[in-house]
């Protein structure tokens, strides 16, 4: 049982190579010829959002490819793992050789996620706690607005919200002198909301492909929205530190204090 490198709040994405390479953390040992696996056959991420950990996996242009339940997954894209899949590398679970044969796979492994850590094992280890379409729906959607989460942005707290909306919280909090909380747990936090890069693309990765096209632009009506309030929010800001550190200039300090500027 090999258990793959996790995520926490400081690491908001990790990633697992697999394949023939000594540099891989999952390393495959090749006694096939021709070869089965890559150097770098495949990689593994796992993605932080909302304190949970989401695992997806992409293949890395191979030259057998990368398997998930005999499915053939792409090398852009990728899939989301849920937990309890088979996931072959170098072919299907049986494959055929030169001669027609067929043959059970080598490198198959039950693919495990158990309280949020991911293992890779052999076919007969049993799934623990398998997460869900239903957990991965629920940290996609902004608790604000209860839209799918565009231009993420992440508290402290690891909850995740539209950049437009948390931005819009915490700028009328700050503005009433109010301290900042979370609209989720209502937990205290201080620094601004972060921008959250993994969760848009676990979004892409799971969602957006099966979208039509008619919601696929409307989401990206919805993040190029988000973007330009975002940038108009940031140069207002940059105004306001340009105004106040013009006023706090030797010049205008004299000229408040009534003393005139040395020549």
Not at 91 to 107: A, H
Not at 123 to 150: F, G, K, M, W, Y
Not at 171 to 193: F, H, I, M, S, V
Request: aromatic share 4%; charged share 25%; with cysteine.
């Amino acid at each position: 049982m090999f258990q793959l490198p996790t995520c926490d709040d400081d690491a908001q994405e990790v990633q697992s190579i697999i394949g023939r390479s000594v540099a891989s953390n999952l390393r495959l040992p090749e006694r096939h010829k021709p070869f089965m696996i890559s150097r770098k056959h495949a990689t593994i991420t796992c993605l932080r959002a909302n304190g949970r950990n989401v695992y997806t996996i992409v293949d890395n242009e191979s030259t057998n490819g990368t398997f998930v339940e005999d499915v053939n997954i792409p090398s852009v894209g990728g899939r989301v793992l849920a937990g309890d899949e088979i996931v072959s590398f170098g072919g299907p679970r049986t494959c055929i050789d030169r001669d027609g044969l067929k043959f059970d796979n080598p490198y198959q492994f039950r693919f495990i996620i158990s309280r949020g850590l991911a293992q890779v094992g052999s076919t007969s280890d049993a799934p623990v706690n398998c997460a869900s379409t239903r957990c991965i729906d629920e940290i996609l959607q902004c608790s604000v607005c209860h839209d799918a989460v565009v231009d993420a942005h992440v508290l402290p707290c690891s909850h995740n919200f539209c950049g437009e909306c948390i931005l819009k919280w915490h700028d009328t909090l700050k503005n009433k002198n109010q301290g900042t909380t979370c609209p989720n747990c209502r937990a205290p936090y201080a620094a601004e909301p972060t921008p959250n890069p993994s969760l848009d693309k676990l979004y892409e990765l799971t969602v957006q492909p099966r979208m039509p096209l008619r919601e696929r632009r409307s989401r990206d009506d919805r993040v190029a929205k988000s973007v330009r309030a975002r940038n108009a929010r940031d140069k207002k800001k940059m105004c306001k530190r340009l105004l106040r550190s013009a006023l706090m200039s030797p010049d205008i300090v004299n000229l408040l204090v009534g003393r005139q500027a040395p020549a």
